[in-house]
């Protein structure tokens, strides 16, 4: 008895079930790589944050995971040299160092020549360069079965390298496969490549052209301009150096305090850096000190001079009027045509056609600028005494009104303290915008708040300390006139000299040239200390001593310290 077999259903029921296991199989590989896929992005983001752009999520319908990883190379210590070179008169030349003139020094690369002169080398050196862009679409059936399609950019590298790195990441994925390999690419990309692509010390910038056969297809050329990638990289460097220093804590030169540096101040051109309220408070003490023409660097000995937009940062609009204010009024001061008004104190100009002349525009005076009096065309300045007696007919003539007499009092008192002043030696106009100066002490050289110096002697303007070389000295000593001993108890140097004398009837006695008083000296030594003023003076050239005793006794000089008795 045969038994018949249905193969037909049961081969039916074989497919499905192969049928059901596939497709089963197929949906939970997919949905673990999506999941991989997002576990990877994820990581990726928490490590890279704003560097990872996350173009488009894995949804139900048939989207891609897509991404851009800006890479950001490892800082380079010590720095690397970006060079490229041009002919002598290219164009690419002549766009250099036409760009090069707009810019700040801190911008601007460095220019050199060969020793034939034609060719031009435009380098810099650079710490931070500007970051790899990796762009990654990931399958559906990535990291299990396919890798990620990518494509790659970078502005300081020619089609050429990006291709080997291409190359290079086929690579890594082969060694990877199956797995998440997102993070070593951007890896090997950030520590790795340089050294793949034998650039250590010298970056050349050298994009190659005519050569799309041997290009990979998923190389991204942003630029072939050396110029442009120059300057790029020149500001992407000083912007990264920037934000690394406001991120960490500083030590201010000035106060010695701690902060982060995003409250530091940067001086420009010297690039020293000074915190907020330092520099702030240096600036309005400078401002209030007169020091406005040459507002130096506070660093140490730095002589860079402060740029005025660096001012608008710390000072408020009203400080910043008054600085602006105070800045034209040296300015003029500084050319001599300047003067101020002896009735209102304001500041005036000298007439441009008669230069002893000047009219104020505040009160309406029109004043001789030599003397200060009402402008008198045709005569001549009268003399001090003159204008005393004018002052007093016109108090004599005015006695019934009480406040004109008062005023004039006044200033009858101060012409005749600045005629005393005057007399003493200790006022004088200064030569340059006729301010009255008192000498209270000190040396020669005067300084006017005007910026001029004049020498207080022969008041005449001078420049420095040279001057001084001529007949005018920079320090003069007040004599007083001695010639007797001080009435009451006698002073224990005068005994001693009289000991002295009364022992030996032959000393030889000597005048001080300040004091006149007389003076024996010790032994051989021809340097005398006086007894009474305490002045130094020689005993060989009779004259005073001014400064250290040893530079008197040098090999230079005529006189020596020691002589014998007699001489």
């Given at each position: 008895?045969?038994?018949a077999?249905?193969?037909s259903?049961?081969s039916?029921?074989?497919?499905?079930s192969?049928?059901e296991f596939e497709?089963t199989k197929?949906?939970?590989?997919f949905?673990?790589n999506k999941?991989?896929q997002?576990n990877e992005?994820?990581i990726l983001?928490?490590?890279y944050?704003?560097n990872?752009v996350?173009?488009?999520?894995t949804?139900?319908?048939?989207d891609?995971?897509?991404l851009?990883?800006?890479?950001e190379?490892?800082?380079?210590?010590p720095?690397?040299?970006v060079?490229?070179?041009?002919?002598?008169?290219?164009a690419?030349?002549?766009q250099?160092a036409n760009?090069?003139s707009g810019?700040s020094e801190e911008?601007r690369?460095?220019?050199?020549?060969?020793i034939?002169?034609r060719?031009r080398?435009?380098?810099n050196?650079?710490?931070?360069?500007s970051?790899i862009?990796?762009?990654v679409?990931?399958?559906k059936?990535?990291?299990e079965?396919q890798?990620?399609?990518?494509?790659?950019?970078?502005?300081w590298?020619?089609?050429?390298?990006?291709t080997?790195?291409?190359?290079?990441?086929?690579k890594?994925?082969?060694e990877?496969s199956?797995?998440?390999v997102?993070?070593?690419?951007?890896?090997w990309l950030q520590n790795e490549?340089?050294?793949?692509?034998?650039?250590?010390?010298?970056?050349?910038?050298?994009?190659?052209?005519?050569?799309?056969?041997?290009?990979?297809?998923?190389?991204?050329?942003?630029?072939?301009?050396?110029v442009?990638?120059?300057f790029?990289?020149i500001e992407?460097d000083?912007m990264s150096?920037?934000?690394?220093?406001?991120?960490?804590?500083?030590?201010?030169?000035?106060c010695?305090d701690?902060t982060?540096g995003?409250?530091f101040i940067?001086?420009?051109?010297?690039?020293h850096?000074?915190?907020?309220d330092c520099?702030?408070h240096y600036i309005?003490?400078?401002i209030?000190?007169g020091n406005l023409?040459?507002?130096?660097?506070?660093?140490g000995s730095?002589?860079?001079?402060?740029?005025?937009?660096?001012l608008?940062?710390?000072?408020?609009d009203?400080?910043?009027?008054r600085?602006?204010t105070l800045?034209?009024?040296k300015?003029?001061?500084s050319?001599?045509e300047v003067?101020?008004?002896?009735?209102?104190k304001?500041?005036?100009?000298?007439d441009e056609?008669?230069?002893?002349m000047?009219h104020?525009?505040?009160?309406g005076f029109?004043?001789?600028?030599?003397?200060?009096?009402?402008w008198?065309p045709?005569?001549?300045?009268?003399?001090?005494d003159?204008?005393?007696?004018?002052l007093?007919?016109?108090l004599?003539?005015k006695?019934d009104?009480?406040?004109?007499i008062?005023e004039?009092?006044r200033?009858?008192?101060?012409?005749r303290?600045?005629?005393e002043l005057?007399?003493?030696n200790k006022?004088?106009?200064?030569?340059?915008?006729k301010?009255?100066?008192?000498?209270?002490?000190g040396?020669?050289?005067?300084?006017?708040p005007?910026?001029a110096?004049?020498?207080?002697?022969?008041?005449?303007k001078?420049?420095?300390y040279?001057?001084?070389?001529s007949s005018?000295i920079?320090?003069?000593?007040e004599?007083?006139?001695m010639?007797?001993?001080p009435?009451g108890d006698?002073h224990?140097g005068y005994?001693?000299?009289?000991?002295l004398m009364n022992?030996?009837?032959?000393l030889k006695?000597?005048?001080?040239?300040?004091c006149?008083?007389?003076n024996?000296?010790s032994g051989?030594?021809n340097h005398?200390?006086c007894w009474?003023c305490?002045g130094?003076?020689?005993y060989?050239?009779?004259n005073?001593?001014?400064?250290?005793?040893a530079?008197?006794?040098?090999?230079q000089?005529?006189?020596?310290?020691?002589?014998?008795?007699?001489?």
């Amino acid at each position: 008895m045969a038994c018949a077999v249905n193969l037909s259903s049961s081969s039916d029921d074989l497919i499905g079930s192969w049928i059901e296991f596939e497709c089963t199989k197929s949906w939970r590989n997919f949905l673990q790589n999506k999941e991989d896929q997002e576990n990877e992005i994820s990581i990726l983001q928490s490590m890279y944050d704003k560097n990872i752009v996350l173009n488009s999520n894995t949804g139900d319908g048939d989207d891609f995971n897509s991404l851009q990883c800006f890479i950001e190379i490892i800082p380079l210590e010590p720095p690397i040299l970006v060079q490229f070179s041009t002919e002598n008169h290219d164009a690419a030349g002549n766009q250099a160092a036409n760009a090069a003139s707009g810019k700040s020094e801190e911008f601007r690369p460095d220019f050199n020549r060969s020793i034939s002169g034609r060719v031009r080398s435009i380098s810099n050196y650079i710490t931070h360069l500007s970051p790899i862009t990796l762009t990654v679409i990931l399958p559906k059936e990535y990291p299990e079965n396919q890798k990620p399609l990518f494509t790659v950019s970078c502005l300081w590298l020619n089609s050429i390298e990006i291709t080997k790195i291409c190359k290079e990441l086929d690579k890594l994925w082969t060694e990877y496969s199956g797995f998440p390999v997102l993070y070593n690419w951007i890896s090997w990309l950030q520590n790795e490549m340089l050294k793949f692509l034998d650039i250590q010390d010298v970056l050349f910038l050298n994009f190659v052209t005519n050569c799309s056969s041997s290009v990979d297809s998923r190389v991204i050329v942003e630029t072939e301009n050396h110029v442009e990638t120059m300057f790029y990289l020149i500001e992407y460097d000083r912007m990264s150096k920037q934000r690394k220093f406001n991120l960490e804590t500083q030590t201010c030169p000035v106060c010695f305090d701690d902060t982060l540096g995003v409250n530091f101040i940067l001086i420009k051109p010297c690039f020293h850096y000074v915190c907020y309220d330092c520099f702030q408070h240096y600036i309005l003490t400078q401002i209030d000190n007169g020091n406005l023409t040459k507002l130096l660097c506070p660093e140490g000995s730095c002589e860079k001079i402060i740029l005025p937009q660096l001012l608008r940062i710390v000072l408020s609009d009203d400080e910043y009027e008054r600085y602006e204010t105070l800045m034209v009024t040296k300015t003029l001061e500084s050319t001599g045509e300047v003067v101020y008004c002896t009735r209102c104190k304001s500041m005036i100009l000298r007439d441009e056609q008669i230069d002893e002349m000047a009219h104020c525009m505040n009160c309406g005076f029109t004043m001789c600028v030599e003397c200060g009096e009402t402008w008198h065309p045709g005569n001549g300045c009268t003399s001090a005494d003159e204008r005393l007696d004018q002052l007093d007919k016109k108090l004599n003539q005015k006695r019934d009104k009480n406040s004109e007499i008062e005023e004039l009092r006044r200033k009858l008192q101060e012409r005749r303290s600045e005629e005393e002043l005057k007399k003493s030696n200790k006022i004088k106009a200064c030569p340059n915008c006729k301010r009255k100066i008192e000498k209270n002490g000190g040396c020669n050289k005067m300084s006017c708040p005007c910026g001029a110096t004049f020498c207080w002697i022969c008041n005449k303007k001078i420049d420095g300390y040279g001057h001084f070389n001529s007949s005018c000295i920079l320090f003069q000593v007040e004599t007083r006139v001695m010639n007797r001993p001080p009435v009451g108890d006698f002073h224990e140097g005068y005994l001693a000299l009289q000991v002295l004398m009364n022992a030996n009837e032959n000393l030889k006695l000597l005048r001080c040239p300040r004091c006149s008083q007389k003076n024996a000296r010790s032994g051989s030594n021809n340097h005398i200390r006086c007894w009474f003023c305490k002045g130094s003076f020689c005993y060989a050239c009779k004259n005073l001593i001014s400064g250290p005793i040893a530079m008197h006794y040098n090999a230079q000089s005529k006189c020596n310290q020691h002589s014998s008795k007699n001489s």
